[in-house]
């Protein structure tokens, strides 16, 4: 079930009228049930996958707790094992089996593995390490209840896409459950409402220039149509993952539940480094704490911390996807973030001084999404050459394009100095109300598709 399509809509109805009809205790039980089903709508028999990696961290954790030495870290090598384990062959069989035959044997015809990727898999093994990795250094009580630990993982609003949550972050609700305010159901719906905005109208219309022009690059020659490829990829990608993150989070708070931000106006930052501090918030703390610190940090000296920098991005790039493309995406931000660490160091620039910067990080960003996008790496490699030609062809993107984007640079302005969206989203009832009306009549008459179009971290 898409977030987009009329199925979860009432699929949604009907879980929140059931949750808040049904007595406390018995709450748990339905939204675990409820987060099954939507997962098994995907694909059934994958709901094995995920209930055994549940099973196993489960027990993992238990077993840290009560166990000394040598015992717990075999119950932390088990957990990781079975993760990382049925990650790697779902997502990287194929790619580690390619590349070994590139490598000794030159030329050879190498037939794909049939492995199809178990939706959310990403997403809902790194919740699983961060729990297990957690209980083992003492951060996190190990989870008594089954069907607790369950839910934490399969629950459906951040399942298939994140953003990742913490055990404390989502314990810290379950066992202090409170109904929401009338303010956080307001605020709630005005989030679920700017999900389906920023998907349906923004991503889906970028989605049309990027899907023709990655399709076939050498069809579209020349600086601008690499450009204005790139840059609606960009802005794409954008609209579509914190589309899904607003509408993820947005669902959570009905059910009271407050899940963390993902998205912060990422194409204002004024460095990379910056950049990664407000895109895929909850990926990019996930790396921090449990890679980049695990691995020393800035603890050891600048070359190890620039090599430290490196490593994690280039994991946060494979993390995207099993090709090459996504290693050297990763690798190129982890560049970027040495190179400006050496640098700039830990300045942040204020004022009128971050609007040159913020537009040279924004074609950084743009030019490494081209690997990000591109189906092959002798398609991006050619995409990149075309960026750095001369200036000819034409823009891909159409005066209604140009304007979506000045609209969405003005709206992300106003609520980066202005806070307009968090304003608006506890206004009083009539002009919230008039608010949506106007966004459900925009969603109507601008779609770009009568069909859903699929998340684009779904993939993922």
């Not at 094995?48 to 961290?57: A, E, K, P, R």
Request: glycine share 6%; net charge positive; charged share 15%.
């Amino acid at each position: 079930m898409l977030f987009t399509t009329f199925p979860f809509l009432v699929f949604l109805v009907v879980v929140l009228c059931l949750f808040y009809l049904l007595p406390r205790p018995a709450r748990r039980y339905l939204l675990l049930a409820a987060s099954l089903f939507f997962y098994m709508a995907w694909n059934v028999k994958f709901v094995v996958l995920i209930l055994g990696l549940i099973t196993i961290d489960y027990f993992a954790a238990l077993w840290i707790r009560s166990r000394q030495g040598w015992q717990r870290r075999m119950a932390l090598l088990v957990s990781l094992a079975a993760n990382i384990g049925l990650l790697g062959w779902f997502k990287y069989a194929n790619f580690i089996r390619e590349t070994w035959f590139h490598f000794a044997h030159a030329g050879a015809v190498v037939q794909p593995l049939d492995i199809i990727l178990p939706l959310g898999i990403s997403f809902h093994t790194f919740q699983s390490i961060s729990y297990v990795i957690d209980v083992y250094r003492g951060e996190q009580p190990a989870i008594t209840s089954y069907v607790d630990y369950a839910l934490f993982v399969s629950f459906f609003p951040q399942l298939v896409a994140g953003p990742i949550v913490r055990a404390k972050e989502f314990f810290l609700d379950y066992f202090n459950w409170r109904p929401p305010t009338a303010e956080e159901w307001q605020r709630a719906c005005a989030m679920i409402l700017t999900g389906y905005v920023k998907k349906m109208i923004f991503a889906d219309q970028f989605m049309l220039v990027a899907d023709r022009y990655f399709a076939n690059p050498q069809a579209l020659p020349g600086l601008i149509p690499a450009w204005t490829g790139a840059i609606a990829f960009a802005l794409q990608i954008f609209f579509d993952f914190s589309g899904y993150t607003d509408i993820a989070i947005g669902v959570a708070l009905l059910f009271g539940f407050h899940f963390p931000e993902n998205f912060r106006r990422p194409y204002l930052a004024a460095s990379v480094t910056e950049f990664w501090r407000r895109w895929h918030m909850t990926l990019s703390g996930w790396l921090r704490d449990y890679v980049y610190i695990s691995l020393g940090g800035n603890r050891r000296g600048e070359l190890r911390t620039y090599a430290n920098l490196l490593f994690t991005m280039l994991l946060g790039g494979l993390w995207h996807g099993a090709s090459w493309n996504f290693v050297i995406w990763g690798g190129y931000h982890g560049a970027l973030l040495a190179v400006e660490r050496a640098v700039w160091g830990r300045k942040e620039l204020r004022g009128v001084a971050r609007i040159p910067l913020a537009s040279l990080t924004f074609l950084l960003v743009c030019g490494g999404w081209v690997f990000f996008r591109a189906k092959t790496l002798t398609a991006a490699l050619y995409v990149t050459g075309q960026m750095f030609s001369s200036v000819h062809g034409h823009s891909l993107m159409t005066p209604p394009h140009w304007r979506l984007a000045a609209a969405a640079l003005v709206v992300a302005l106003s609520e980066e100095y202005g806070s307009m969206l968090t304003k608006l989203a506890v206004s009083p009832a009539w002009l919230v109300t008039a608010v949506a009306v106007i966004a459900l009549l925009a969603i109507e008459i601008f779609s770009a598709s009568d069909q859903a179009v699929p998340f684009v971290y779904f993939q993922f």
